[in-house]
């Protein structure tokens, strides 16, 4: 279901008491537009480095000051230890210690924790004034356009996202006599499919059915698939959910596909080379594996949906670029921003073979396709069907301490160090503790 812009903010503006509009964001774009002779420089932070984003990025960049001669587009590569969660810290530091940024890329897993430090500004009046974001608006999936809305406020519009699917090496699965599953295949058939696909020299593993990594866009397919909300639920994510059967259900999966079946190596050893020699026969992945296959010439693989245990659910974290409190040019940022939410903009990125693109008309699109020997047209539609519903990655402000307490505990249970239920309940614990030190302002802006 696509949404218009109009109905777009509407949508936002009765999902907040406060309205959408808030008091500290300027004036609709205007402020630079007579200052055209007057130079303007745009610091946007990326996750690749510096030198790395200026290569990606110059073509868009290219064209937009070619438009915009009067902005100068400046790349700052934050490269984050230890995920998304190094990449948060790294910015943080960053903005705290005055370092002028302007906009930059802000995944799901740290949209709330980016309005709860005040990092970044609504959109709103943006969005409004500017009608050429109707096609925009029109193209992309509502689920996706609402990702950033936090209390009623837009922080950001989606250009790319990613879910998570099972990816099967098809050599593999014609060696042991399989087809690909149904979309419909459950839990059971899921663990049938690994202990089918692993080969065994004596006592020594040759050939694995699976692996799996426990950060949470890689455990919360599993939850949502079993019916709960994920690590968290409750509208603020502020109630830890490792005390429902269901979540220990799911670690019971993974670890007696470990110790019992044996058919799993420890967590986080995928290795996309083990996949590509067809040592690993299935993995978990979004489509970011998609680039270096395509550089290695590797087209024997194919994706099928999650399995489900009691609904089946695809999980999405989006990729934005909101605009930053701090900046001194939030409307020179913003025409940026339009830039790049442009269709020949976002098609230019599904081009490098990473993330799935926001909007319909990519993702259906044969420039998209053809980069799929199979299943191609999976990837959109997982977002795009009524009866599958869309839940996006556990984020709550505290994602990087979440991610830590949670991986904490399971890298013990698949050490065989601690039990399942001593460790869940530990997290639990951990994690109400985590809630309860947040700031008292922060349910308001959650509201």
């Not at 799911?250 to 670890?255: A, D, G, K, M, R």
């Amino acid at each position: 279901m696509s949404i218009s812009r109009r109905s777009f903010l509407k949508t936002a503006a009765t999902a907040s008491a406060a309205g959408v509009l808030a008091a500290c964001v300027p004036a609709a774009p205007s402020a630079d537009d007579g200052a055209a002779a007057e130079s303007i420089k745009i610091v946007f932070v990326t996750t690749e480095s510096s030198d790395s984003s200026a290569v990606l990025y110059d073509p868009i960049k290219t064209e937009f000051q070619e438009e915009h001669p009067e902005i100068e587009i400046e790349f700052l590569g934050v490269v984050g230890a230890g995920g998304w969660g190094g990449y948060f810290d790294k910015l943080s530091v960053i903005i705290a210690g005055g370092e002028t940024v302007d906009m930059g890329k802000i995944p799901t897993e740290g949209g709330r924790l980016a309005v709860a430090r005040n990092l970044i500004r609504p959109l709103d009046e943006y969005i409004q004034a500017t009608p050429e974001l109707d096609d925009y608006f029109s193209d992309v999936s509502a689920e996706l356009a609402s990702v950033f809305v936090y209390g009623g406020k837009t922080y950001g519009l989606p250009y790319d996202y990613n879910n998570m699917m099972i990816w099967f090496n098809i050599t593999r699965l014609a060696e042991e006599g399989l087809e690909m599953p149904p979309e419909d295949w459950t839990f059971s058939d899921f663990r049938e499919y690994a202990t089918a696909l692993t080969k065994k020299d004596g006592a020594n593993t040759t050939h694995y059915g699976f692996s799996f990594w426990t950060a949470p866009f890689g455990l919360c397919p599993w939850l949502f698939n079993n019916g709960l909300e994920g690590i968290m639920g409750g509208d603020d994510l502020s109630v830890p959910l490792q005390g429902d059967p269901a979540y220990a259900e799911v670690i019971q999966l993974l670890y007696d596909m470990m110790y019992v079946d044996e058919t799993v190596p420890k967590p986080d050893a995928q290795n996309t080379g083990n996949f590509e020699a067809g040592t690993q026969a299935m993995m978990m992945a979004g489509r970011w594996p998609l680039s270096g296959f395509l550089q290695n010439d590797f087209r024997d693989w194919d994706v099928q949906y999650w399995p489900k245990g009691t609904r089946r659910v695809t999980e999405v974290g989006c990729g934005s670029w909101p605009i930053f409190l701090a900046s001194e040019h939030p409307e020179a940022a913003w025409k940026f921003e339009t830039k790049l939410l442009q269709r020949d903009s976002i098609a230019y990125f599904v081009s490098t073979g990473a993330n799935i693109p926001s909007l319909r008309s990519v993702g259906y699109s044969e420039e998209f396709l053809a980069l799929h020997d199979r299943s191609g047209r999976l990837w959109y539609e997982s977002i795009d069907r009524d009866e599958i519903p869309v839940m996006s990655v556990t984020s709550p402000p505290e994602f990087s301490e979440m991610e830590q307490i949670s991986n904490r505990y399971l890298s013990q249970v698949f050490a065989n160090e601690l039990g399942i239920a001593e460790a869940l309940a530990s997290t639990e614990q951990e994690l109400n503790d985590m809630v309860a030190r947040r700031p008292e302002d922060w349910a308001a802006k959650f509201a």
